[in-house]
């Protein structure tokens, strides 16, 4: 029985090219192992499948009985439902210590760098175990879309020597335009039903009890959204209401200009006041220098449940 | 204000000497942190400072406002009361993944070995940075004490290269025969009131809601144990007491034949012959080949908890 290894639900680029890229190198220790996903992908990471001749990790939803990694989170909300049946082999991240708990001793490799990616790499020069081209190009292509293109506060030196390293090694001569060209795919959001751009990059947290829904859409230019907004906003209130959730929240994001608004529902309404410092006025909020969900966002307003 | 690097309360051999290790390492890389600990040193312990020229560790039991690496553990229980009040930078340890959790991006070094030093001897090596003569020697005696001379199953061939490799830094020829004067040390339990001896190396354990209490002493010989066995069976049962705790477990390890005697007072009269098959008759049960807490004990326990 092959061991799996699967991201997050509502998978984003880092968790399928991470899932691939430890699964090649397990294999390659002589752990016989897969890669397997939660939930559908988005434009970008079919982008990169494509581009470097990959085929969808399977879908798998269910691990009872199974022994798998977990790549690019540690929190119950975000793994699979029944993954207290399963063993956790490992936890590979670089997000903050969730909530998974492992009752055998595991492998965990979590870093404070901008990707999982990043850090499967340095795995591989543990086990000094040769990057194939492909592999090197999907997880060069993660480090770029979780950093967006070395922009994120989130992004460390580690990160974009690991692009340098991995651009090399897939014989990609200018990562950053190849960057460019996968943000251009990401922003193309016409013709998609606003639940599917709501959900495209969406993680639950649980603050302090309450359910906090938190979506990101990172795109070149935030007039994309105009003709869409009032439908976006309609939409996170439904997705709050059926989730029983608290608040949710949907993050807006400017790669060129540098900054998010946020769309806001919630039960408090001094959320984001208390959190960033700033009111949400008509259900929304521009937040200046904000780009990472996980360094920016997510700690103040935990700090501000506690 | 300098960082902190803290084991487990009640520390052992281990938390002490990887708080030591990590610490030289982080301050070497240019950021200041000192060793912590939670409580007083076993006299195995005292025997590895004094024998490599180390001062005792601050003792150190509050860490609200402060930020500390945390080792040899990653539980709630074993952690300082006010953790959640400190900042978690990183954890480097080798047990299950217990409920520590953190608000921010942080460095974990989790591994599946016997000893949370041999993995600090990862860290190292990954940053180029040399071991100290001394350093090495109390790194290498906390491997020898967690793998109990390798002879524990929890020993792997990381754990074993290791302490050669350390050996060879620290100038020791004889490896293993400084364990077997260690684990003498160790095995003087005479004129130690019982309390001492049951807290020596005890561990408390959230099982499912349930708190249980287990402790473990590893001697050379258990005839040691004959004159002193009621008064410890007198006092697991009060401490149980004590701690509203469901069950206390105390470990007699026989490190030359491999097994344990294992001392039960427990709101559940078949837990041991749930937890691994063999009934406890008259408070208490033979179970041979089992040498390691963490590998064979704490695992099918907190199974029939579950």
Redesign the interface.
């Known amino acids: 029985m092959p061991h799996y290894v699967v991201g997050h639900k509502i998978p984003d680029s880092d968790s399928i090219c991470s899932a691939i890229a430890l699964s090649y190198l397990k294999t390659t220790l002589g752990e016989e192992t897969v890669p397997a996903r939660l939930g559908e992908l988005s434009p970008e990471t079919l982008f990169i499948l494509d581009k470097f001749g990959f085929e969808q990790p399977e879908l798998k939803m269910s691990y009872a009985g199974e022994s798998l990694y977990v790549v690019d989170h540690s929190e119950r909300t975000q793994a699979p439902d029944d993954i ?1 049946e399963a063993t ?1 082999l490992g ?1 590979i991240d ?19 760098v901008g990707c999982t990616n990043t850090i499967i790499k ?1 795995m591989y020069d ?1 086990h000094n175990v040769e990057i194939p081209k492909n592999i090197a190009g999907a997880m060069m292509c993660a480090i770029l879309s979780d950093t967006v293109i070395f922009k994120s506060p ?1 992004c460390t030196t580690a990160d974009i020597k690991c692009v340098e390293a991995l651009a090399e090694i897939a014989g990609i001569d200018d990562a950053e335009a190849l960057g460019m060209e996968m943000f251009k795919v990401k922003s193309a959001v016409e013709g998609t039903p606003a639940r599917d751009l709501v959900l495209r990059d969406f993680k639950d947290f649980d603050m302090n009890g309450n359910l906090v829904g938190i979506g990101q859409l990172e795109v070149i230019d935030l007039a994309i959204f105009d003709d869409i907004k009032a439908d976006l906003e309609a939409d996170i209130a439904k997705l709050k209401a059926e989730g029983n959730r608290h608040s949710v929240l949907l993050l807006l994001t400017d790669i060129m200009k540098e900054g998010s608004e946020m769309l806001v529902v919630s039960d408090n309404a001094d959320l984001t006041e208390k959190a960033y410092g700033k009111a949400t006025v008509d259900g929304k909020v521009w937040l200046d220098g904000v780009l990472s969900r ?2 920016q966002v ?2 103040p307003l ?2 501000s449940f ?1």
């Open positions: 207290d956790i936890i670089h997000h903050k210590l969730g909530d998974l708990t492992t009752s055998t001793p595991l492998e965990c490799w979590i870093r404070p340095m543990f989130t996980k360094k997510v700690p935990q700090e506690s």
